[in-house]
């Protein structure tokens, strides 16, 4: 999108012959084509995005848009898959990098508490408007949740004496995702880090009953945050520039 | 003697409770008899002259439109359902349609209103009759995976496609699910020495059971919510009653429920 003085978003390629490669040139409109779809979600609700909303935030042309994608819902749901995947990948990366299952687990918390409050319209993608985005979407978010829910489960077989109940692991995940959704409904997102403490007792309750649970929720307050997540924003969606020129 | 059958179990019992209603079942009953031979679809009422108040009558037709949303819902989604599907599911005219509901948005959350309030209602009742408290949250527990059981058209409307219903339905449903705390906020007390409920153990235990029966009847799977009972009914008062007291209630609800 041309601003009216004529000066372009960083994050679009120049106009005429630049000799960049095509794959290179397309891989970008497509960045550019997901990063808008997060960005016009945070202000509008699925039903109301519009694929003109789209290509007008992501600096494309209609014709550019539909080469990439059939429709609005075929760009939301690449979008959702993309930024699921980075949130999935970044919390395994964080939880799997601790030994003592309650470190895993906080860490874990952590990173997905960075993640959606680092960046609104990714969390809101990610976990509001995926509820009204149809059937499809419906059940990706049931595949996404399914997967942190084994994630805890192996984790929790493994590494515990005895083995939980597996309906533990989805009640749980259920009820972390229903506290930071109703959050980002009321848009409290910014209380969501001190709730960190609270989260991790509630996420191991279940596990190491309620004493131990407690002491490892003190020792989250006490220690605080044990990751140190360096430019959030580019872990939460493709790198794009804080600003335009 | 015919009786009037409307196949929305959820408003079933409601449409008697009040004397006008009653009265208007009587004659509705007398004159059903009278027109006996003439084909009409069950819920629906006899045409012309029958004496019945326009109160009554709207009354009927509001809860059959509602009903026709709850099981036109199922078939195609909060996105495909018609007002054209409802009327002739329903068997109103348009004309009707409209005169009792604005759009397809204000009839689906009226639906989803009236079935939510009778299931909240029922699960109130049930908890009514336990002695302590877990007891009640294990009555509650169990009607409210009943009910959904019994109807997954219903359950499918409550848990899944309001979710698709916009904004407006979205809010409706949180404060839904706001209204099931009052149940397992007592249980903050029930506390036994050593156990510190979490701040968080209410909306927890909601989000976490929502999240079950969810899976469960988008898979299709609706029927078998009632076995989960012991183990969801464990998830939940644990952080309230600690391991053991959670574990011994789930045994004490294996043997009373029968699954």
């Known amino acids: 999108m041309r601003s009216p003085g004529g000066t372009q978003s960083w994050a679009q390629l120049p106009p005429g012959r630049h000799g960049l490669p095509r794959s290179f040139v397309a891989q970008n409109q497509r960045d ?214 | 003697m015919r009786t009037i059958n409307i196949p929305f179990s959820s408003c079933q019992g409601l449409a008697l409770q009040n004397l006008e209603t009653r009265v208007a079942a009587i004659a509705l009953t007398r004159y059903c008899a009278r027109m006996d031979g003439r084909q009409r679809a069950p819920h629906q009422l006899p045409p012309g002259r029958h004496g019945l108040s326009h109160a009554y009558v709207a009354q009927n037709q509001r809860e059959r439109i509602m009903s026709a949303v709850v099981q036109v819902a199922r078939e195609t989604g909060y996105s495909g359902l018609t007002i054209r599907e409802v009327i002739t599911a329903a068997g109103v005219s348009r004309r009707t349609f409209y005169e009792l509901f604005s759009d397809k948005d204000s009839v689906f959350l009226a639906a989803y209103d009236h079935v939510v309030g009778r299931l909240a209602h029922d699960v109130r009742e049930s908890t009514t009759r336990g002695g302590d408290w877990p007891q009640q949250i294990s009555l509650g527990l169990a009607t409210f995976l009943g009910r959904l059981a019994s109807d997954p058209a219903v359950a499918h409307l409550c848990v899944v496609e309001i979710l698709a219903a916009g904004p407006a339905a979205l809010s409706r449903r949180s404060a839904a699910m706001d209204a099931f705390r009052p149940f397992l906020e007592p249980g903050c007390r029930e506390a036994p020495d050593g156990v510190e409920p979490p701040p968080l153990a209410v909306e927890l235990a909601i989000g976490g059971v929502y999240e079950v029966v969810y899976t469960y009847v988008l898979e299709d799977r609706t029927s078998e919510l009632p076995r989960l009972h012991a183990d969801l009914l464990q998830i939940a008062l644990l952080p309230f009653l600690g391991l053991r007291r959670a574990a011994a209630e789930a045994a004490r609800a294996r043997r009373r429920v029968p699954v």
């Open chain 1, 32 to 245: 550019r084509i997901l990063a808008a779809v997060a960005d016009v979600t945070s202000a509008a609700s699925y039903a109301e995005m519009t694929v003109a909303d789209i290509i007008a935030c992501a600096g494309v042309s209609r014709r550019t848009f539909y080469e990439h994608f059939q429709n609005k819902e075929g760009a939301y749901l690449a979008a959702y898959d993309e930024a699921v995947g980075r949130l999935l990948e970044s919390v395994r990366w964080a939880y799997s990098s601790h030994e003592r299952f309650a470190d895993r687990v906080r860490a874990g918390v952590e990173m997905f508490v960075a993640m959606v409050t680092a960046d609104p319209g990714f969390a809101r993608m990610c976990l509001v408007e995926v509820m009204g985005a149809g059937p499809d979407a419906l059940r990706r978010r049931d595949a996404a949740m399914a997967q942190f829910a084994a994630m805890l489960d192996e984790n929790a077989r493994s590494l515990l004496d005895a083995p939980p109940s597996s309906i533990i692991a989805e009640t749980v995940v259920g009820g972390l995702y229903e506290v930071i959704y109703s959050r980002l409904v009321r848009g409290e997102l910014r209380q969501l880090p001190e709730l960190v403490p609270e989260l991790v007792h509630a996420l191991l309750l279940p596990y190491l009953g309620p004493e131990r649970a407690i002491e490892e929720r003190d020792r989250v307050e006490r220690e605080g945050p044990m990751l140190a997540i360096p430019q959030l924003g580019q872990l939460a969606r493709a790198p794009r520039a804080p600003e335009q020129q």
